[in-house]
T-cell receptor, first 105, second 116 residues
Framework: GQNIDQPTEMTATEGAIVQINCTYQ??????LFWYQQHAGEAPTFLSY????GLEEKGRFSSFLSRSKGYSYLLLKELQMKDSASYLC??????FGAGTRLTVKP | EAGVVQSPRYKIIEKKQPVAFWCNPI?????LYWYRQNLGQGPELLIR????????DSQLPKDRFSAERLKGVDSTLKIQPAELGDSAVYLC??????????????FGPGTRLTVL
């Protein structure tokens, strides 16, 4: 997606912590979403941030800085099943290209 | 609760042929979206409906694509004629409310279109 940037690929080890970054440019910010998409499957909702700060949800947390146009998704205690693409999306339905995460034993 | 239903799951056609995709959103969801997703890319919005009204179709290639959502429930997306570059996964999603900034989207399994 235009003006939404994410790293293309990341690799991490089972049990570790990984941070997936997303930077964006928009004229009217109304919130940022993170979705998980396993290969060949539909995206599923992970989190929504509209205010600055960290939102924690179990092993997954999402952070937002509106002044910097920056968000990250933090995955703790990585499991093999976390291998997937992670998409950040703005509230105007623009999606980033996704970050493909591979979790290795 | 049943999720978003799409059919067919796979479609192979020759270029210049027409094709149609069907979507039934989650019951009670007023907002419906059609996306196109190319391999290695994020979904790209084609059209968004609030109830039966198309409120954002700016990315829909109107020369060959059309969509309808009669009665504000299920929806059909059509391509006529299809081109080689239309090969992609077409995703349908729905959200519970209209004009809600934190509208989580629930995606269907998608239709994988191959144009030969």
């Amino acid at each position: 997606g235009q003006n939404i940037d994410q790293p293309t690929e990341m690799t991490a080890t089972e049990g570790a912590i990984v941070q997936i970054n997303c930077t964006y440019q928009t004229s009217g910010f109304n919130g940022l979403f993170w979705y998980q998409q396993h290969a060949g499957e539909a995206p599923t909702f992970l989190s929504y941030n509209v205010l600055d700060g960290l939102e924690e949800k179990g092993r997954f947390s999402s952070f937002l800085s509106r002044s910097k146009g920056y968000s990250y998704l933090l995955l703790k205690e990585l499991q093999m099943k976390d291998s997937a693409s992670y998409l950040c999306a703005l509230n105007d339905m623009r999606f980033g290209a996704g970050t493909r995460l591979t979790v290795k034993p | 609760e049943a999720g978003v239903v799409q059919s067919p799951r796979y479609k192979i056609i020759e270029k210049k042929q027409p094709v149609a995709f069907w979507c039934n959103p989650i019951s009670g969801h007023n907002t419906l979206y059609w996306y196109r997703q190319n391999l290695g890319q994020g979904p790209e919005l084609l059209i968004r409906y609030e109830n039966e009204e198309a409120v954002d179709d700016s990315q829909l290639p109107k020369d060959r694509f059309s969509a309808e959502r009669l009665k504000g429930v299920d929806s059909t997306l059509k391509i006529q004629p299809a081109e080689l570059g239309d090969s992609a996964v077409y995703l349908c999603a729905s959200s519970p409310r209209v004009r809600q900034v934190d509208n989580e989207q629930f995606f269907g399994p998608g239709t994988r279109l191959t144009v030969l």
